[in-house]
């Protein structure tokens, strides 16, 4: 009895976590059909200056919150707040010294809404330690089920947007 309990929710929380995945391919998929080749090149660009930045201000504390024994609340505080200032930074930093050409290489003229999206995906990292803080207490499912939730949301939003007539916006705002 307590095997198939804990085998379903093992099954049901392997499938939260891996559903992400499956839905990201999908959308990809349906993209590349909807999209013109241009906007799918353009948002390969986009995809791999978005990876950079989220490398750039990955600094692995989730895993130091998950290895430590106990953890006070001010040692989070600590690392929420040095994640945060640290991705701030080097959001402030390549938006200084890389705007222009980012600007100039994409062909995007009003280019504010584009950045006030990339500093949110600097600070990705930094907000997600929550998800840390319950995988170390074990609560999987709480910790991966806005991960899940937010891709089936954002899926539905790219569609509409595709449908919309947004091309290549409606990429970035599946992404973001």
Do not use: H
């Not at 207490?137 to 595709?162: E, K, M, R």
């Amino acid at each position: 009895m307590i095997n198939k309990f804990y085998g379903k929710k093992g099954i049901f929380i392997s499938t939260l976590i891996l559903t992400p995945y499956v839905i990201a391919m999908a959308m990809q998929i349906f993209f590349a059909k909807k999209l013109s080749i241009e906007e799918v090149g353009a948002f390969a660009i986009i995809s791999i200056f978005l990876s950079s930045l989220m490398a750039l201000s990955y600094w692995g504390a989730d895993k130091y919150i998950i290895s430590k024994a106990s953890i006070q609340n001010s040692q989070i505080d600590e690392i929420f707040t040095f994640e945060l200032s640290i991705s701030f930074i080097i959001y402030l930093f390549i938006l200084i010294l890389c705007r222009e050409m980012v600007n100039d290489y994409l062909g995007i003229q009003q280019s504010n809404l584009f950045w006030l999206a990339m500093a949110f995906v600097a600070c990705y990292f930094p907000l997600s330690r929550v998800k840390a803080i319950l995988e170390k207490d074990l609560q999987y499912i709480l910790a991966y089920s806005p991960i899940f939730i937010a891709n089936i949301a954002a899926a539905c939003i790219g569609v509409i947007c595709v449908y919309k007539g947004f091309g290549l916006y409606s990429m970035l705002i599946w992404k973001v």
